[in-house]
């Protein structure tokens, strides 16, 4: 089962940097939402994926006696969540708001400080 999601999470790295390497703004914030999805599920994995024992100690004893589920990454997976959709809301009103003052999505087209129609700069002095 690991092996599978170790798969998939490589996949969803190379599908996210080859989104965000893309000139429209539109599939760089899907790939920024899949790398999101992509590094809580690597997290998720590396705290193993198996069912155990819930982490519950005993009172006689000051460690646990069988091997038990680790909580951390589930409760890191559960805020790096939350924190990646407020990322992602926060850059998709950016991108609109981008759209709606410059009229497109093309990265390239967005260079206001580098006009087309003008002289271009001296290469050298």
Known sequence: METGLSVLIGVFFAVS????????LVRMLLGIAILGNAVNLMIFTAGRLTRQVPPLI???????????????PQALVLTAIVISF???AYLLVLTFRTYQELGTDDANEMRVAEPQDEQAPPQGY
């Open 17 to 24: 940097v080859y989104l965000m390497l893309s000139r429209q």
């Open 58 to 72: 005993p009172e006689e004893l000051y460690t646990p006696a069988v091997a038990t589920a680790n909580p951390l």
């Open 86 to 88: 407020s990322f992602f």
